[in-house]
């Protein structure tokens, strides 16, 4: 009889052991396994949200450098006729090549957030402008008008001169982005603005003398 007992006490311990190891196994599956758990999900959703979120400085961004770059594209075309350096028509050319795409770009980041796109040429009415008075090497009317008015060298320097400024502070804008801005492929434009800008600045210097 004591044996008998003994025989059934070891098989109720033997399968308690069992089911305690699958418990636990199924408790690993969850944190190892190929199935994650609801605070993984949760994480990986957030991630996800934070890398296509953006902020009040994005759309500024997207607001205020589209009609930056509309101003900046008048200019390169206007040099297209009346610049009497080829270099300096060169550069116009890959001015607009590059900002005119950007525009574009920007144009579909603010439909996607449901802002107003910008959509005025500043200085083509030499009036009215989508671009604020105190953004950061905007032209005004008055500039626009002489720029419009010349011709050959003079052309050339009014061009170069005022060129370098609205790059400077398209520069100026772009580093604002990255500072303070969220929505990462802004940020990654801004960096790009800022590298090509920073690069046409030293070539416009030097066709100018200046360096």
Known sequence: ?????????????????????????????????????SAQTSASASAENTAGA???????????????????????QMAAAQASSAEIKKLATRIEK?????????????????????????????GGSDASPGMPGVMDTEDMD?????????FDTMFLTMMVEHHEGAVQMAVTEKD????????????????????EIKEMNKLLGRN
């Open 146 to 154: 002489k720029l419009m008015e010349a011709s050959g060298t003079s």
């Open 1 to 37: 009889m004591t044996s008998t007992r003994s025989l059934i006490r070891r098989a109720g311990l033997g399968a308690t052991a069992v089911v305690g190891a699958l418990v636990l196994a199924a408790c690993g599956d969850n944190g190892s396994g190929s199935t994650p758990s």
């Open 98 to 126: 590059a900002q005119d795409p950007e525009i574009e770009t920007m144009s579909g980041w603010l439909e996607s957030w449901g802002e107003d796109v910008p959509s005025s040429m500043p200085g083509m009415d030499h």
């Open 54 to 76: 953006h902020n009040d400085q994005d759309v500024s961004f997207a607001q205020d450098m589209i009609p930056h770059h509309q101003q900046a594209i008048q200019m390169a």
């Open 180 to 199: 303070k801005g969220r929505y990462g492929p802004a940020k990654k434009l801004a960096d790009s603005i800022i590298t090509t800008q920073t690069a």
